[in-house]
C-alpha cells in the first residue's frame, strides 16, 4: 500500500532527524545548537505517530480505535510540551521522562497488537514486518534505557541497527 510505505518514511525521516540532532554533525548544519536541539524532543514525540498508521494498515485496521487513542496522546504530549517550553513554564529536558513514558508506551502497544495477532493466527499475514517492528521496538528501547543509564556514546546506532533489520525483512 503505496500510503502505509508514505506513513513509514516519515517515520524513518523522524527518526533520522532525531539522530541528526542528537548528533555532533548538528554544530555544522546550524549556528544555533539550541534550536536543532529542539528538534531531538520534537522528533521523539511525533516519531510513534507514522508508524502507528503504517501498523494500523499492515494489521488490516484491526486495532485502528487504540492506535487512533494513542496518536492523539502523542498529538496532545507534542502540543502540551511545546506550550511549556514556549511559555517557559518547563524545558523540554523536564518532560523528557513523560515523552520517554508515552514512547515506552508507544512500544507496548505496538508488542501487545502483534501478540493478539499472533495468538488469533493473523500475524502470518505481516510476519516479516511484524519481527522487523519488533526490532525497531527493541533496540528503541535500549536507546531510552542508554539515555538513563547515561551511555550517550553512539547514540542512535541501535535504532539504526532496529531500522535495518526492519528493511532487510
Same mark, same amino acid.
Given at each position: 500500500n503505496d500510503v502505509a510505505l508514505n506513513y513509514l518514511g516519515w517515520g524513518v525521516f523522524w527518526v533520522a532527524m532525531w539522530m541528526l540532532a542528537e548528533s555532533k554533525l548538528? +554544530?555544522? @548544519? @546550524?549556528? =544555533?545548537? !539550541?534550536?536543532?536541539? !529542539? &528538534?531531538?524532543?520534537?522528533?521523539v514525540m511525533v516519531i510513534p505517530i507514522p508508524? #502507528?498508521? #503504517?501498523?494500523? !494498515?499492515? +494489521?488490516?485496521h484491526r486495532y485502528q480505535r487504540c492506535y487512533k487513542i494513542m496518536s492523539s496522546i502523542s498529538m496532545v504530549l507534542f502540543a502540551a510540551c511545546t506550550i511549556l517550553q514556549l511559555g517557559n513554564i518547563a524545558d523540554f529536558i523536564d *518532560?523528557? @521522562? &513523560?515523552? =520517554? *513514558?508515552?514512547?515506552?508506551?508507544?512500544?507496548?502497544v505496538g508488542l501487545i *497488537?502483534?501478540?493478539l495477532d499472533w495468538?488469533?493466527?493473523?500475524?502470518?499475514?505481516y510476519q516479516l514486518i511484524a519481527f522487523g517492528f519488533?526490532?525497531?521496538? /527493541?533496540?528503541? !528501547? &535500549?536507546?531510552? /534505557?542508554? &539515555? #538513563? @543509564?547515561? /551511555?550517550?556514546?553512539?547514540?542512535?546506532?541501535?535504532?539504526c541497527v532496529g531500522l535495518l533489520l526492519f528493511y532487510l525483512e
Open positions: 548538528r +554544530q555544522f @548544519l @546550524l549556528p =544555533n545548537n !539550541s534550536v536543532f536541539g !529542539s &528538534v531531538a524532543f520534537f522528533s508508524f #502507528y498508521i #503504517y501498523m494500523d !494498515s499492515m +494489521q488490516e *518532560t523528557l @521522562l &513523560v515523552m =520517554n *513514558t508515552i514512547l515506552g508506551f508507544a512500544f507496548a *497488537t502483534m501478540l495468538k488469533k493466527k493473523k500475524l502470518k499475514e519488533a526490532g525497531v521496538i /527493541i533496540t528503541g !528501547s &535500549v536507546e531510552i /534505557i542508554w &539515555v #538513563y @543509564l547515561n /551511555i550517550n556514546h553512539n547514540r542512535g546506532i541501535m535504532i
